[in-house]
Structure formats: structure tokens, C-alpha cells
């Protein structure tokens, strides 16, 4: 088959969950050998798409044809037979498996009555090389990094024969070095004749690897454009429907008083690894001091440790003068300390309590909303009703469950709420994940505001972007340890990408003190 010939037609494919058109008569092609982005908002209906044709979901409406011949994807079992192949955003892998092991289980060369492995690693060793993987096949998983593990999930697809490949969010959980070498992977497997799909909505990837790029907002196609033909900000128009700014106006920080210190902190797991060790920062009033690494090096703890969700078993965590060590997370909340956690739905919000009632989660105890144990209604109504104004949160009323409201809704109201308490400290973890680009601009423009008004502001953020537009300083976290700080108006992210992936160039930096 000839580069350029469609390899895959999707055309009308519609599918409707309860209260929702995920899918509205959807016409989508893709060419054999080419890089097609699917882009858009989270909850556009990207993934359903994919999942329709990865057999995971059946459409309501719509037919799908592959190499120009009109099929039903009863399961992924067929979609496999198809040549189609998935790389999920969450990896499917056996921890104490091989990579081996894990690329040819179910699908084992035997040799007799046993597994051939010396067949297997051949057969991986040879593939691997063919697309310029480097993977070594006698590695186990759990030995080996995200991004490493990442080929194994693409190995696999290849190893079933796949010549049509669906990547999920790819870059999610990557180092910068880490998403190069996955872009130069791609073209190589474009190269050797394979078609991709790239579902994501990272504007600077698109430009970088795509050929052509296909825009779903709201579970319809709005065009699809040849990637040549096109710039990141038509593209960020064509996502939300309007006009976006990408740079977030901040003047130069003024920093005040030490807010948060920090003092060798020490934590350790169930298996007595730390998972911080001995870890040192402080934050001042009016600036935004940004933590990158990437996820699963102690960030996630280190908020928990100073938010009061996790107890340390060494050093201190002091705001202004007051010593929160271990507090519990409402004495850290009452000493100043207002908290977008990582987590939402888990530890954002009530999704079953009405917006109203989410706004006083943390403050439902004080006098102004209620006396012996009984709220005043009335009281919080009021609140809320001011802060879904001042905060733009659109639902349907301020009665309506947390859960009905969109994901960048959800955050808006945590904003608010937080920010209504007026602390000194203010943590945001991945304030933005999962949002569009629109609830993105607003949360960094809140953001910057609580800088400007000499709040301290601590965010973490697996998002390069973010973290050079928003921070002051970044700190750099890697397994448990901070091993460098850079000036984020100076960007470079080779050595933050160096930094990420433990290489401190001989020595651990010491980040400041005061």
C-alpha cells in the first residue's frame, strides 16, 4: 500500500453516554505513514473516539472502514487482528516481569512443552533495534524508567503486528529528554511506513511531529488542517472558540518575609526507602517558587508533609514563626495555608455537596456560618453566591452538585475557596492538569494575582510551560532529594531536563536558604 492511501475511515460516528454526546457524527481519516494529531479540550470526546476504534466502546452510529474495508471492532482482540494497536496513557506491565516477558505474554514462542525465551529476547532485541527503541529485553520493569517503560507498551503493539498505532497523552509522565526521544521514536516508526494517532492537547508536540492535525471541541469535528498550514495559536483558537493569550503578564517579584521554611525533612515508605530525604526550601512573601521533577520523586509527599496529611519523621516545616510540624491538615490550614491539591475529587472537593457547601469546606466551624453545630445556610448561600461571581464558575446554580460541573469548573471552585480564606501560603499542585486552555489562562492569571497581592505561592507542576511562566525560582526534585534550583526567567530546559533525570552534574546543588 502506497504512503498517502487511507489506512483508516472513520465516517458519522456518534456515541451518547446518559446526559451526554461524546461523539456527534464524527468523520475522521488517516493516511498510511503520516503523524495525525486528534486535539482538543479534555472531555472533547478524543479518547472515545479511539476507544471506538481500538474496540473498547461500540459506536451508536457510524461505520469504521480499515485499508479501505468496512469492519466491526467487537474488542480489542479484533482491533489487534486489524493491525491496530494502542499505547494507553496508563501502562498495562507485569512490575516483576521482564520486558521480554511482558511483550510476548500471551503471544509466547514455545519450544516443546516450555516458553522459548531465548526466541522471545531474539525477537524483541531484533524489533527494538528496527525502531530505534534500545530496549533491552532482559530488564525488569520495575528496574527501568517511565519513559523506558513507555517502549516497552510500544514494543508490544509492534510485536502483535500493529502497523497502525493510537498513542494516548504520550508525554504526560516524560522528562523533557524523554519526550525528544519519543518524538525521534515516532518518526522512525512513520519512516518504516507505520500511521499514527496522536490524541493530546499540547500544542508545541503537535507542531513539532504532526502532519496533519484534526480539532474536536464538544464531540464534533472542527477541522482538520495540514500542520504546515497552521500556527499554535489558530490551533488554541480552534480548540476553545476563542481568542487565547499565552503569556501570563507578571512583573519582576518582589519577594517579602520568609512564609514557608522548610528544614530537612525526612519521610519514609512502608519499605523503609525515603521518599524524602533531608529536603530544604524556603518561600517568601510575593513569589511563586515553582517544583519541578518528574512524578513519583516526593513531591506528592512533601505537600502532604507540610499540608498536615502525611507525618515526617525528621526536621521541621515552619510558617512565619509559627512551628506546623506534623499539625494536623486544620491546624495547617488555620496557621495560613490554603491547598489546591493534586487530587480533586479525592481531596478538592465533596462531589455529592452542592457548590455552596464545597465553598465552606475548612471554614464551616466558624462563627460567621453557623453557632452550636448548625450551619447557616443563608450565611454560606451568600458566600458562595459572591465568589461563583468574582471566580466564573459556570454550572447550573450554586445548588447544583460539585460533580456536574466540568473539571476546570471543579478547579475554579477550589480557587475560590481557597483564596477567600486569604492565606499567607499558598500550595497548588498540578493546578492546571486535565483543564483546557481557557481554564488554564484564568488559573495561571489567579495565580500570579495571589503573587502580586505578597501571598507566598508553592506549585508544583509536571508541565514545563507552566512552571517557566508562572515561577520565580524552580527547584528540582529527584527521588526524594532536591538536587537544583534555576532562575526561571533564564530558561533551559536541557538543564532542568538533566536535573529531572538525577544528573546534577557531580554534586547535589544547595537550593537557598533565606
Known sequence: MERGTPVVQLTGITKRFPGLVANDSIDFELRKGEIHALLGENGAGKSTLMNILFGLYQPDEGSIAVNGQ???????????????????????????????????????????????????????????????????????????????????????????????????????????????????ILRNLAAEG???????HKLKEVMAITDRVTVIRRGKVIRTVETSQTNERQLAELMVGRDVNFTVEKERAKPGEVVLAVDRLRMKDGNGKYTLDGVSFNVRAGEILGIAGVDGNGQSELIQAITGMLKVSGGSVKLKTKDVTNGSPREVALAGVGHIPEDRHKHGLVLDFSVSENMILGSYFKPEFGKGGFIDFKAMDELSDKLVKEFDVRGSGIHAAARSLSGGNQQKTIIARELWKDPDLLIAVQPTRGLDIGAIEYVHKRLVQARNEGKAVLLVSFELDELYALSDRIVVMYEGKLVGEVDASERDDQKLGLLMAGNTGGSEQKTERG
Open 70 to 184: 468496512k469492519v466491526v471492532i467487537d474488542g480489542a482482540g479484533k482491533a489487534i487482528e486489524l493491525g491496530i494497536g494502542m499505547v494507553h496513557q496508563h501502562f498495562k506491565l507485569v512490575q516483576p516481569f521482564t520486558v521480554a516477558e511482558n511483550i510476548v505474554l500471551g503471544n509466547e514462542p514455545v519450544k516443546g512443552m516450555s516458553i522459548n525465551y531465548k526466541e522471545a529476547n531474539e525477537r524483541v532485541r531484533f524489533i527494538s533495534e528496527q525502531y530505534g527503541l534500545k530496549v533491552d529485553p532482559t530488564v525488569r520493569i520495575q528496574d527501568i524508567t517511565v519513559g523506558m517503560q513507555q517502549r516497552v507498551e510500544i514494543l508490544k503493539t509492534l510485536y502483535r503486528g500493529a502497523d497502525i498505532l493510537i498513542f494516548d497523552e504520550p508525554t504526560a509522565v516524560l522528562t523533557v529528554q524523554e519526550i525528544e526521544e519519543l518524538i525521534e
Open 194 to 200: 507505520k500511521s499514527i494517532i496522536l490524541i493530546t
